[in-house]
Structures are given as structure tokens and as C-alpha cells.
């Protein structure tokens, strides 16, 4: 069996969540990693950690991560925050990664319409069917009716009424 339909069906059903999920790690790296980050190194800066330091620096800098940004640049405190935004990143593709292969798909014919002509394969339905014209059954199959023999439809779905 195949398992290549499985990634490849996860990937087509997250095309637009890939893009999303960048946009919200950039976010969250300046947004929310910043400020911690620059908490951590302030409450390093006797020697040994206090934390009535990083409580406070936390506090205050969530108000303005943008400037916190600049002064982890500036401040030498770039190690401190990838190291951080290191940890951060590994939680985040591990959430990632977990909701992907929930969406993989359970099988191979999941999304397939299951009245379509995808069914079959190298026009076999045609030598029942009619590409052109008579009932319509899908896209490009008609159910032609000059044929000799038993032509009853048994349609099998739901009709959707809004």
C-alpha cells in the first residue's frame, strides 16, 4: 500500500495553514519570546538568577516588544533569546507537526466524490456511459438513452436544501 497519499493529501488540505502558521511564529517570536528572553538575561545579570528581576522585566517589556527587540540587540542578550526562541520553535513544530498528520487523510479515497468517475480508470465507464450526451450522472458522464437494455438510475446522496 501507498503511503505517499497520506503526505500528499496533508499538504493539500494545508496550503493555506502553512502560510498562517509562519505569519503566527514570527509573531509569537517577537511578540511573546523577546520579552522572555530579555527577562531571563536581566534576571542573570548579579551572577546567579533572581527572579524578582525577571518578574518585573517581563512585566514591563510585554508592553513593548518592539523596543525590547532593540535592546536584546543591543544589550548582547542574542543568546539568551535564540536559545529561547529555540525551545519556543521546537514546542511549536511539535504542535505543528502533530496537527498535520491529524489532518492527513485516513485513507485514499477520502475526498474523493464518491459518484464520480474517479472510480474507474482508463474510460472503462464508457463502454456503459456516454461522454456527450443523455442523463447526467457527473461531469462528462451521461447515462445515454437510445440504449438497448435496462437504463434505470439508482441515485444514491443527499439533496441539500439551504
Not at 544589550?75 to 521546537?90: C, N, Q
Not at 487523510?105 to 464520480?116: A, L, W
Request: glycine share 8%.
Amino acid at each position: 500500500m501507498n503511503v505517499n497519499y497520506k503526505i500528499a493529501g496533508a499538504i493539500r488540505r494545508n496550503r493555506t495553514n502553512f502560510i498562517i502558521f509562519a505569519i503566527l511564529w514570527v509573531f509569537i517570536a517577537i511578540v511573546f519570546v523577546t520579552p522572555i528572553a530579555y527577562s531571563i538575561f536581566m534576571g542573570k545579570q548579579g551572577g546567579t538568577f533572581d527572579l524578582t528581576v525577571c518578574v518585573e522585566t517581563f512585566f514591563s517589556s510585554i508592553m513593548h516588544p518592539f523596543q525590547i527587540f532593540g535592546k536584546v540587540l543591543t544589550e548582547g542578550a542574542t543568546g539568551t533569546y535564540f536559545s529561547t526562541l529555540m525551545v519556543v520553535t521546537i514546542f511549536y513544530a511539535l504542535f505543528f507537526f502533530i496537527g498535520f498528520v491529524r489532518s492527513a487523510p485516513k485513507n485514499e479515497y477520502t475526498d474523493i466524490e464518491h459518484g464520480s468517475s474517479d472510480w474507474s480508470q482508463r474510460g472503462e465507464q464508457y463502454q456503459i456511459l456516454n461522454k456527450n450526451k443523455g442523463i447526467i450522472l457527473a461531469e462528462n458522464n451521461y447515462l445515454p438513452v437510445d440504449k438497448r437494455g435496462n437504463v434505470n438510475v439508482l441515485v444514491v446522496g443527499r439533496i441539500w436544501i439551504w
